[in-house]
């Protein structure tokens, strides 16, 4: 069966850190471009920072930059998504993707990944 699992959510205050886990099972993550995506109540899916398959690019959308970084360990399949300095708009649902067709050149399309996983929630208290 092939699936991703996200992890590491959870409540903080503004200004700490998560580290979020996305771990693959059925699938090699050495093979596919893994994407980080949240929704927000009330608001569109938005792609949050990708990386591809040998882990050598990444993105990270400008509203976090600086602060979320991906990060890869093909041995242990699975993506990390470390987010420091958390702000109470970072408050989603985060949700891990994997793609075969794409190579993280940029801005994650929700439209290339079929691989989902069921989320795991980050709130961020002010």
């Known amino acids: 069966q092939v699936q991703v699992v996200e992890s590491g959510g959870g409540l903080v205050q503004a200004g700490e850190s998560l580290r979020l886990s996305c771990t693959a099972s059925?699938?090699?993550?050495?093979?596919?471009?893994v994407a980080w995506f949240r929704q927000a109540e009330g608001k569109e899916r938005e792609g949050v920072s990708c990386?591809?398959?040998?882990?050598?690019?990444?993105y990270v959308r400008d509203s976090v930059k600086g602060r979320f970084t991906i990060s890869k360990d093909n041995a242990k399949n699975t993506v990390y998504l470390q987010m420091d300095s958390l702000k109470p708009e970072d408050t989603a649902m985060y949700y891990c993707?994997?793609?075969?067709?794409?190579?993280?050149?940029?801005?994650?399309?929700?439209?290339?990944?079929?691989?989902w996983g069921q989320g795991t929630q980050v709130t961020v208290s002010s």
């Open positions: 993707a994997a793609s075969r067709v794409t190579y993280c050149f940029g801005s994650p399309s929700q439209i290339q990944y079929h691989v």
């Open positions: 990386i591809s398959p040998s882990g050598a690019r990444t």
């Open positions: 059925g699938l090699t993550f050495g093979s596919y471009d």
